[in-house]
């Protein structure tokens, strides 16, 4: 069947850490890899796509990588800051099943000052 | 410019009751989405809207649901007959084209309490 999981629900890094968040996925073959950011109340906020042919995004101070081979894609935010804290989301898109973007449950990142 | 928004922000409701809930897309998105997140959850796919038609419904949990969008924007889901387990936070997005290769621009999600 099947699956998107992202790493362990909750992840606790100190201010000025680098937070590095996973998901992996199984049985799909995604032509673009989005993560999108979600903070309490509100609706998710996108904050980068990578596509299938790319190994590595960059933007400001977060960095996705993209491995087809490993059926993953890591999330990565440097110099982290209280304000980061937020829930993360990665949502993948195959051309070959299903025409919509669907959603891992997310990771909860908190960020100690 | 605005955003996506939606209607009501917040709906309390008896079982058995329908509910209708709005979204108004971004102007000129051509693509529209409703996801429904339970608390704590991730978030689940209702259906998928290009232009005023639906190509993707797979998502709908049940007869009880469906969603209409008139004039290639605003567009209502409908639930007929709530069930408690139909409580949780109804979102809505919007994208210029494509689902995978556009980024999608959510709304602040009508929260659904089913009594």
Known sequence: ?113 | GAGVSQSPSNKVTEKGKDVELRCDPISGHTALYWYRQSLGQGLEFLIYFQGNSAPDKSGLPSDRFSAERTGGSVSTLTIQRTQQEDSAVYLCASSLNQPGSDEQFFGPGTRLTVL
């Open chain 1, 1 to 113: 069947s099947q699956k998107i999981e992202q790493n362990s629900e909750a992840l606790n890094i100190q201010e000025g850490k680098t937070a590095t968040l996973t998901c992996n996925y199984t049985n799909y073959s995604p032509a673009y890899l989005q993560w999108y950011r979600q903070d309490p109340g509100r609706g998710p906020v996108f904050l980068l796509l990578i596509r299938e042919n790319e190994k590595e995004k960059r933007k400001e101070r977060l960095k996705v990588t993209f491995d087809t081979t490993l059926k993953q894609s890591l999330f990565h935010i440097t110099a982290s800051q209280p304000a980061d804290s937020a829930t993360y989301l990665c949502a993948l898109w195959d051309s070959g099943s299903a025409r919509q973007l669907t959603f891992g449950s997310g990771t909860q990142l908190t960020v100690l000052p």
